[in-house]
């Protein structure tokens, strides 16, 4: 389930963002994947002056337009809503995505797609 994701998407204000036309494809930490988070992170993270540093990292698991997981294993990268650009290799049948496995694919949502990775992807600081 997504209900961590979707916490952290209204606490990083981007609501409307998603609920936009898009299409997005979104590759959405589990929320066992937030488990795996160091402790207290995701509690500094869901803080107000947090909120930038939170918006970026939901931002670096949103890719403009519809790619479906046939899609995604043609590409070497992708480029984020955050901006920066996230790796995706593919081995041994297993997607990754910056080192996030997606652990089910082409989920159908009305204004895009959602890839359930299994870990928080975090992007490289400045």
């Known amino acids: 389930t997504f209900m961590v994701f979707a916490t952290a998407v209204e606490k990083a204000g981007l609501n409307d963002t998603l609920r936009g036309a898009g299409p997005f494809t979104v590759f959405a930490p589990t929320d066992a ?7 207290g992170r995701l509690e500094t993270l869901f803080k107000p002056e947090n909120k930038a540093e939170l918006a970026s990292i939901v931002n670096y698991h949103l890719v403009k337009g519809r790619k479906s997981s046939n899609d995604v294993s043609r590409l070497l990268g992708a480029k984020t809503l955050q901006g920066r650009f996230a790796p995706i290799s593919v081995a041994s049948g297993r997607m990754c995505i910056d080192g996030a496995n997606i652990s089910a694919a082409d ?20």
Do not use: C, Q, T, Y
């Open 33 to 39: 994947a937030f488990a795996l988070l160091p402790s």
């Open 107 to 126: 989920i159908a949502s009305s204004n895009g797609v959602i890839h359930a990775i299994d870990k928080v992807n975090i992007p490289a600081a400045v």
